[in-house]
């Protein structure tokens, strides 16, 4: 045991020295829980859920295998066309702290690339002025109101902005709060709804989920990723904010547009203690 020890704090430091991470891999005990296998790995839930394709958070089989990351954080594929600075915008990060996690000595990356990204450096440039924090980087491809629907083409009500990104894009949670809804609902696909009291926040459309009904997530916490799930026509997040079981025009709480990414030079974590 004190030899395991060794190695893994061996392993630890070693990976720290050189910027980057590794991987354990956790068998499930009889009576674990989620919640309790992340936090004696000093991980969010969100994260192994991240990592763990199909795990099913409240029914963890005993003996199934979890891969965990070493410290906390997600990886990223780089897509044709990204660059470090695009990636590193939709982390609301900046590019030298990307390049620093995986030792990059360039702005050179290619399709394919898997690209770790250290959750304390997630979130320095989240916005956070107004009710809401943007959930995902990127452009709003269709507004909140009345638009003839892309894919019936009937003339409906938008009920929320769609927030066009590319696949796997993490979604963040827009304010804290406890997870209402997480799973397949109609349309909207991949489906979370997040109370937050006096408002909800709802995300469609998603290729993954990281959280469970009945989990409290802090502001800025990763929550899914961007997908195509359900009726869409592309790669984008359906946001929705609700006040009091009304749709709003979400544009009313967010920051500008513009303005969703900022970064003033003072690190900053507006999801409080990790
Ligand atoms: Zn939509």
Same mark, same amino acid.
Do not use: C
């Given at each position: 045991?004190?030899?395991?020890? /060794?190695?893994?704090?061996?392993?630890?430091? &070693? @990976?720290?020295?050189?910027?980057?991470?590794?991987?354990?891999?956790?068998?499930?005990?009889?009576?674990?829980?989620?919640?309790?296998?992340?936090? @004696?790995?000093?991980?969010?839930?969100? /994260?192994? &859920?991240?990592?763990?394709?199909?795990?099913?958070?409240?029914?963890?089989?005993?003996?199934?295998?979890?891969? !965990?990351?070493?410290?906390?954080?997600?990886?990223?594929?780089?897509?044709?066309?990204? @660059?470090?600075?695009?990636?590193?915008?939709?982390? =609301?990060?900046?590019?030298?702290?990307?390049?620093?996690?995986?030792?990059?000595?360039?702005?050179?990356?290619?399709?394919?690339?898997?690209? +770790?990204?250290?959750?304390?450096?997630?979130?320095?440039? +989240?916005?956070?002025?107004?009710?809401?924090?943007?959930?995902?980087?990127?452009?709003?491809?269709?507004?909140? %109101?009345?638009? !003839?629907?892309?894919?019936?083409?009937?003339?409906?009500?938008?009920?929320?902005?769609?927030?066009?990104?590319?696949?796997?894009? $993490?979604?963040?949670?827009?304010?804290?709060?406890?997870?209402? #809804?997480?799973?397949?609902?109609? %349309?909207?696909?991949?489906?979370?709804?997040?109370?937050?009291?006096? #408002?909800?926040?709802?995300?469609?459309?998603?290729?993954?989920?990281?959280? =469970?009904?009945?989990?409290?997530?802090?502001?800025?916490?990763?929550?899914?990723?961007?997908?195509?799930?359900?009726?869409?026509? *592309?790669?984008?997040?359906? =946001?929705?904010?609700?006040?009091?079981?009304?749709?709003?025009?979400?544009? /009313?709480?967010? $920051? @500008?547009?513009? &303005?969703? #990414?900022? #970064?003033?030079?003072? !690190?900053?974590?507006?999801? *409080?203690?990790?």
């Amino acid at each position: 045991m004190r030899r395991l020890i /060794t190695v893994i704090v061996a392993a630890m430091l &070693l @990976s720290y020295a050189l910027a980057i991470y590794f991987v354990m891999y956790y068998e499930v005990q009889y009576g674990d829980t989620l919640v309790g296998i992340a936090k @004696s790995f000093g991980v969010s839930p969100s /994260t192994i &859920l991240d990592w763990n394709g199909d795990l099913n958070p409240t029914m963890l089989k005993v003996g199934q295998e979890l891969v !965990i990351p070493i410290p906390d954080g997600v990886v990223y594929e780089v897509k044709k066309g990204d @660059s470090i600075d695009a990636i590193a915008k939709r982390f =609301f990060t900046l590019p030298d702290l990307i390049k620093k996690a995986n030792d990059l000595t360039s702005d050179l990356i290619f399709p394919g690339q898997k690209l +770790f990204i250290p959750s304390e450096i997630i979130g320095l440039a +989240f916005n956070d002025t107004k009710t809401f924090i943007w959930p995902v980087y990127g452009d709003i491809s269709s507004p909140f %109101g009345w638009r !003839i629907h892309p894919i019936t083409k009937k003339w409906a009500f938008h009920t929320g902005i769609d927030i066009a990104a590319p696949l796997g894009t $993490p979604i963040f949670a827009a304010d804290s709060g406890i997870v209402e #809804y997480a799973g397949w609902y109609k %349309g909207y696909g991949n489906f979370i709804l997040i109370n937050h009291g006096k #408002y909800k926040t709802a995300y469609g459309h998603l290729s993954k989920i990281d959280v =469970f009904v009945g989990e409290y997530v802090r502001k800025g916490e990763l929550i899914g990723r961007v997908g195509s799930t359900g009726i869409s026509t *592309g790669p984008h997040v359906h =946001f929705e904010v609700r006040l009091d079981g009304k749709v709003v025009n979400p544009m /009313t709480y967010l $920051p @500008s547009p513009g &303005l969703k #990414y900022v #970064y003033n030079g003072s !690190i900053k974590w507006v999801g *409080g203690e990790k």
